[in-house]
């Protein structure tokens, strides 16, 4: 098993930046495909992006391409997600989740998921 704990969120006007991480414990992190998720109150949980297990590959949603990256340093056992261009839709609480057998954008996929940080963008 892995455990996650999300951090780096908070409140940032439109157009900002921030940097959300991702710390692991447990399970060699090696061996995760990492991905992470956000949610509103009056939507489901949504893929934003995800980074397979060897990091040579990634992909996100069409909502954040071109505006969020995620990484991942194994040594550190740390995931990222960086968001540039915040706008006030990209508002919601964001999970990291974890998989060792999947690699995809569909949470019920994801065995293992942190306890979420709340991002805010202010118009």
């Known amino acids: 098993q892995v455990q996650l704990v999300e951090s780096g969120g908070g409140l940032v006007q439109a157009g900002g930046s921030l940097r959300l991480s991702c710390a692991a414990s447990g399970r060699p992190f090696s061996t995760y495909n990492l991905a992470w998720f956000r949610q509103t109150p009056a939507k489901e949980r949504e893929f934003v992006a995800a980074i397979n297990s060897r990091g040579d590959d990634t992909y996100y949603s069409v909502s954040v391409k071109g505006r969020f990256t995620i990484s991942r340093d194994d040594a550190k056992n740390t995931v990222w997600l960086e968001m540039n261009s915040l706008k006030p839709e990209d508002t919601a609480v964001y999970y990291c989740?974890?998989?060792?057998?999947?690699?995809?954008?569909?949470?019920?996929?994801?065995?293992?998921w942190g306890q979420g940080t709340q991002v805010t963008v202010s118009s």
């Open positions: 989740a974890a998989s060792t057998r999947h690699y995809s954008n569909y949470a019920d996929n994801y065995s293992y």
